[in-house]
Every structure is written in structure tokens, then in C-alpha cells.
């Protein structure tokens, strides 16, 4: 089935560590996304991904770094520079055609210790 | 700036209710909207989406919007609820300028049995 994985589903952190979220999609999607869901905020946009080797800063991207090396992965870090990292991360891709929806991952929930 | 409103953060209903759930955008040309919903431990699904054409859309379980352009809105409706219902709400604006997806803030959807 195809879909998109990420891993792990739980992560914790100790303050002043970077640590990297796995995105993964066997979608043949060219966009991939990173949102942050806190409570009350809905989802906001921290970085995106149109082509291979190629990425936007979202709505939030301070303290967070992506690379798109292969169409298939967007790993997220989360650096030591986010002095609020704990949040549910949710990964999305869609297809290139303008308007198609986004598909989601199951998220990672990222919580410092 | 893009945004997307949705008043209401925590509805609650008891089964057999009919919803609505509003949501707001501002954006002054051709817009995209989408409702997705997230049910307790699992990730975003598409529950229905507008492109252009008939303003009142149908989407899965029964669920329906309305896009009223003159009223910047694209409102979730469903004639009668039920327990499995419950889930957080969000209403999205795909703007292929920016090839971004702007979410609202969710509306979490409590149904009582």
C-alpha cells in the first residue's frame, strides 16, 4: 500500500540536543511538507519541498533545517535553536498537479524531557 | 496574507444533530478549500474538497460544504451526527500562487451518544 511513514511516533529530547524526524513516502509525490499541530493553532507550516534538492522556509521555520536529497524523503531537525520544540509534527505530500489534496502521515509526537 | 478562520473550537452535540461548522478565508482570487478530519490516534483524511464548479460539494460519511465566494465561506455541514463523528475539523485554502496550504485553527466535534 502506498503511504506515507513517519517514525518514530513518540520522541523525546534533551534540551540543547538536535534530533531528526523521518518522513517517507512511496507516493510518486513530487511536494512533500512539515506542519507543527500545537493545540487551539491548527496546523502551521514549517517547511516545504516542491522538487528534489530543492525547499521553502514555511510560516515557522526558525529552528528547524530540512534537506530533500531523494524524492522520497524530507527528514525535519529539530535543532536546539527551538526553544519550544515540543508539538505534534505531521508530515504531508501531494502530487505536483495545482489544487490536489495533501496526504498526511501519522505525525510524530516530540516532547522534551 | 492568506488566513483562514474557524470560530468554533469545541462543539459538542448529541447524535442525530445536524452540524455546521463555519470557516472563513481571506484571499480575494482563486481559491481551493478543503475540509479534513482527524479522528482520535490517527492521521489527516481528506473529508471533501472545492475546485470550482457546483459550490455545494459532497464528501465521504456523508458530509457536505457550500462555498459562498460572496461570503468568503466554505462551511461543513452534516444533516445528523453520529458518536464516531467526534474528531477535530479543518478547513484548509490551497493558493497555487504560493503552493502552500493554510489551515485553520480546527474545530474539535464532541458528539454525545
Known amino acids: 500500500d502506498g503511504g506515507i511513514t513517519q517514525s518514530p511516533k513518540y520522541l523525546f529530547r534533551k534540551e540543547g540536543q538536535n534530533v531528526t524526524l523521518s518522513c517517507e513516502q512511496n507516493?510518486?509525490?513530487?511536494?512533500m511538507y512539515w506542519y507543527r499541530q500545537d493545540p487551539g493553532q491548527g496546523l502551521r507550516l514549517i517547511y516545504y519541498s516542491q522538487i528534489v534538492n530543492d525547499f521553502q522556509k514555511g510560516d515557522i521555520a526558525e529552528g528547524y533545517s530540512v534537506s530533500r536529497e531523494k524524492k522520497e524523503s524530507f527528514p525535519l531537525t529539530v535543532t536546539s535553536a527551538q526553544k519550544n520544540p515540543t508539538a505534534f509534527y505531521l508530515c504531508a505530500s501531494k502530487p505536483g498537479l495545482q489544487g490536489e489534496p495533501q496526504h498526511f502521515g501519522d505525525g510524530t509526537r516530540l516532547s522534551i524531557l | 496574507a492568506q488566513s483562514v478562520s474557524q470560530h468554533n473550537h469545541h462543539v459538542i452535540l448529541s447524535e442525530a444533530a445536524s452540524l455546521e461548522l463555519g470557516c472563513n478565508y481571506s484571499?480575494?482570487?482563486?481559491?481551493?478549500l478543503f475540509w479534513y478530519v482527524q479522528y482520535p490516534g490517527q492521521h489527516l483524511q481528506l473529508l471533501l474538497k472545492?475546485?470550482?464548479?457546483?459550490?455545494l460539494v459532497k464528501g465521504i460519511k456523508g458530509f457536505e460544504a457550500e462555498f459562498i465566494k460572496s461570503k468568503f465561506s466554505f462551511n461543513l455541514r452534516k444533516p445528523s451526527v453520529q458518536w464516531s463523528d467526534t474528531a477535530e475539523y479543518f478547513c484548509a485554502l490551497y493558493r497555487g500562487s504560493a503552493r502552500q496550504l493554510t489551515f485553520g485553527s480546527g474545530t474539535q466535534l464532541t458528539v454525545l451518544p
Open positions: 484571499y480575494g482570487g482563486t481559491v481551493n
Open positions: 507516493l510518486n509525490h513530487d511536494a
Open positions: 472545492y475546485f470550482s464548479g457546483d459550490p
